[in-house]
């Protein structure tokens, strides 16, 4: 059974950069889709983008000018950096692996709280 | 991009009782790839439901889908003390993906 673990910082200044990695185990990165997801505290889901395991990225466009997700496949995981971060961008971020582009098993997830 | 509404925002109910979910689509939702996944406090939403009618592995079967293009469903024929969450539905056909704004089925 495939698991995934998200792992950073839990607190990030305003104006700086977010950086998370998902820990795939119990499954290899192909040939799957490997998303992003987040939730503000107490709010519903925003799908940030995904990876496919060939390296082709896909962003949500309300985020598309900040968002870069990347691929470390010796390792079996990938990451999420976001630029420039507000408190709007506090939330608990998940990894999430596809069925196709359906987000089907999801990580635990990591709170990421944006404040000096 | 697809706009998910779901109804009601919130719904009472008791043990036993059944419950429907509904989901509205902005515009047809292409091959019905319309999913529920179903949220406890502290924790990853779960896949319940994909295309639209298809149980995830190990998903209880008073859990089914319906609909179709813009109006889907998610029931509950008897609800468990397990069952009460919030409930998701989101859509895969078409980029970005998106989310409904959730229902929480919550004990009366």
């Known amino acids: 059974q495939v698991q995934l673990q998200e792992s950073g910082p839990g607190l990030v200044r305003p104006s700086e950069t977010l950086s998370l990695t998902c820990t795939v185990s119990?499954?290899?990165?192909?040939?799957?889709?490997w998303s992003w997801i987040r939730q503000p505290p107490g709010k519903g889901l925003e799908w940030i983008g995904y990876?496919?395991?060939?390296?082709?990225?896909n962003y949500n466009p309300s985020l598309q000018s900040r968002v870069s997700i990347s691929l470390d496949t010796s390792k079996n995981q990938f990451s999420l950096r976001l630029t420039s971060v507000t408190a709007a961008d506090t939330a608990v971020y998940f990894c999430?692996?596809?069925?196709?582009?359906?987000?089907?098993?999801w990580g635990q997830g990591a709170l990421v709280t944006v404040s000096s | 991009e697809i706009v998910l509404t779901q109804s009601p925002v919130t719904l009472s109910s008791s043990p036993g009782e059944g419950a429907a979910l509904s989901c509205r689509a902005s515009?047809?939702?292409?091959?019905?790839?319309l999913a529920w996944f179903q949220q406890k406090p502290g924790q990853a939403p779960r896949l319940l439901i994909y295309?639209?009618?298809t149980r995830a592995t190990g998903v209880p079967d008073r859990f089914s889908g319906s609909g179709s293009g813009t109006d889907f469903t998610l029931t509950i024929s008897r609800l468990e003390p397990e069952d009460f969450a919030v409930y998701y539905c989101?859509?895969?056909?078409?980029?970005?993906?998106?989310f409904g704004g959730g229902t929480k089925v919550e004990i009366k």
């Open positions: 999430a692996r596809g069925g196709g582009w359906l987000p089907r098993f």
């Open positions: 119990g499954g290899s990165i192909n040939p799957y889709y």
């Open positions: 990876i496919h395991h060939s390296g082709s990225t």
């Open positions: 515009q047809s939702v292409g091959n019905n790839y």
């Open positions: 295309d639209a009618s």
């Open positions: 989101q859509q895969s056909a078409t980029s970005p993906l998106t």
